[in-house]
């Protein structure tokens, strides 16, 4: 059964009007049956061309109203006046009776009114129903409608939360994965950030230096390992591979640590250690590894002395020889380690080193060779008392024009049976070397050029000797062109030859000796030549003859090629 609200809706729909009272009441009498609308409605047609509400007849008032059939033939004035109240009083109690009906209690004064001023005609049950039905139509749709937001807002925030939730989980997938750690560890090695990589290999227990991290990228990089295409197979392996180097040793990898947020595994850049084991002769022997704490070394025994950083890096070796205590840096040489285990053999024996000097220092004349502090000898080629991957510092003392230097101090490894050694000189060391050799050119060019004089002095003054001997014999003046002839000296020997000087002192002639040039020094444009002289005199008389020996200063002013004399000092000797 259809509710009364839903058959005045319907009924509105269909006929396209309100339903009058009667058809209400009408609909109620059917139990709203809504198959009898159009009935309903077309009985209300019918009635409407029957006449007015004058004119209704008794049948046209409803049972419920119980009016009586037999009012309507009473006396005239008596029913006129009854027909008058009924005409008033039927829809009024029809449109009391709907309400009553449609809203289960009374209209209140302003609805009576309303339908007063409508004559009854038509009772508000359709469009207060219409209005609570229009009402309750917006009340849906905006329930609706915030629904709708509501769910827009929800859909929304769902978006946004997987949007959210797939970002991170993208995001931290890519800051947790192993590609997210080779990535880094491949940036900070381009960027040589050696920090970083220090710290990427480094955990809580096991703390990787700075140094370390750069030697072992110098290590794999004179290897000629491409780093980051080993990272990218390791990456696409999802670190289940490693790189294994040519001698089977483990080097770099990545191993897992814990899981962001029980999920996300996260990883760390692994570098595998290399397990060392020493063998020595030496006595009283120990070694300390690095900072780490010092292991004592038992003689002719294989010791393993623990894991270390697959890197190289210097253990301090102390021990006897036979030449006396040694103590040295011991490098650890990896290219000699297979399946990450190096042994090291720390035996005492007798290398040669072969030493090659700078090229600056070809006129050196002298070297002595310093090994780590000690002269080893003084020549190129010494022989050391070593161990096998000693770290030798050496350097050399040399001598070039009896002035000392000293090269640069190189670090070398003893690993053949003959050592190469390359020495450097520092710049400031080639400077003056450079300066040291200028200056040895200049005296020897200095002595050069003396010589040159002096040998052309020697013959200046044999030359003169002969003309003075000549004069002497002939008692003539064959000198005059090796004088300033306005000097004293000058005119001292043209006495003693054509003056008379000779012939009194009864000399026939000089026969020479020995000439020999003692020095000769350049002072104020003039040369001042020392000799030493002797020549034997010979009489005319019967005087033995004498062997004349003097020192002589000859001052000597230079003319053109040549020089003229313009004073004599003579001295017995």
Do not use: C
Not at 29 to 39: H, M, Y
Not at 544 to 551: A, D, E, M
Request: net charge negative.
């Amino acid at each position: 059964m259809a509710t009364k609200e839903k058959w005045v809706e319907l009924f509105e729909g269909v006929i396209g009007r309100k339903p009058s009272p009667e058809e209400f009441m009408a609909a109620k009498a059917v139990d709203f049956d809504l198959k009898s609308i159009q009935s309903i409605a077309g009985r209300s047609q019918k009635s409407s061309e029957q006449p007015t509400n004058s004119e209704i007849t008794p049948e046209d008032i409803p049972d419920k109203e119980k009016v009586d059939e037999h009012a309507a033939f009473e006396p005239a004035q008596e029913s006129t006046l009854k027909q008058t109240s009924e005409q008033v009083a039927a829809p009024q109690e029809i449109w009391l009776t709907a309400f009553q009906e449609a809203f289960k209690r009374q209209p209140s004064p302003e609805e009576f009114q309303m339908a007063q001023s409508q004559g009854f005609s038509s009772i508000p049950i359709h469009s207060k129903l219409t209005e609570k039905n229009n009402s309750s139509q917006l009340d849906i749709k905006k329930d609706k409608k915030q629904i709708f937001k509501k769910k827009v807002v929800l859909s929304g925030l769902g978006l946004l939360i997987l949007i959210s939730l797939i970002g991170s989980f993208f995001y931290l997938s890519s800051v947790t994965g192993v590609k997210a750690v080779t990535d880094k560890f491949a940036m900070a090695i381009k960027n040589k950030n050696y920090d970083q990589v220090a710290s990427l290999l480094s955990t809580d227990s096991d703390r990787w230096t700075r140094a370390e991290a750069k030697n072992l990228i110098s290590y794999l990089n004179r290897k000629d390992i491409n780093i980051e295409t080993e990272l990218s197979n390791i990456e696409k392996s999802n670190g289940e591979s490693s790189f294994t180097d040519e001698n089977d040793n483990q080097i770099l990898g990545v191993a897992k640590t814990s899981k962001k947020f029980g999920i996300f595994q996260e990883y760390r850049m692994l570098v595998y250690s290399v397990k060392v084991r020493i063998t020595t002769n030496l006595d009283g022997a120990t070694i300390k590894p690095g900072d780490k704490e010092t292991i004592n070394l038992k003689k002719d025994t294989q010791i393993e002395i623990g894991d270390f950083h697959f890197t190289e890096q210097d253990f301090l070796l102390k021990g006897k020889t036979e030449i006396g205590n040694v103590e040295t840096k011991i490098k650890l040489d990896l290219d000699k380690a297979k399946d990450n285990q190096l042994d090291l053999s720390l035996k005492s024996e007798k290398k040669q080193l072969n030493i090659t000097m700078p090229k600056e220092t070809s006129t050196a004349t002298a070297y002595k060779i310093i090994v780590n502090g000690k002269e080893a000898g003084d020549s190129l080629s010494p022989e050391v008392q070593v161990i096998p991957d000693q770290e030798l510092e050496v350097y050399a003392n040399f001598f070039i024009n009896d002035v000392s230097f000293t090269t640069n101090k190189e670090k070398v490894v003893a690993k053949d049976d003959r050592i190469e050694v390359v020495l450097t000189v520092s710049n400031d060391v080639v400077k003056r070397i450079k300066e040291v050799e200028a200056s040895q050119k200049a005296k020897e060019e200095e002595k050069r050029k003396q010589e040159e004089k002096k040998a052309q002095i020697s013959i200046f003054l044999s030359d003169y000797r002969s003309a003075v001997f000549d004069s002497v014999s002939s008692r003539s003046n064959y000198f005059s062109k090796y004088y300033d002839t306005s000097s004293a000296a000058y005119k001292e020997m043209v006495n003693w030859t054509t003056g008379g000087g000779v012939q009194k002192a009864k000399i026939d002639y000089y026969k020479p000796g020995a000439l020999e040039i003692r020095e000769v020094r350049e002072e104020k444009g003039s040369y001042i030549v020392t000799t030493y002289e002797d020549f034997t005199v010979y009489y005319i008389d019967n005087t033995p003859n004498s062997v004349n020996r003097k020192n002589k200063v000859y001052y000597l002013k230079p003319v053109g090629n040549s020089f003229v004399i313009y004073d004599i000092q003579v001295s017995e000797e």
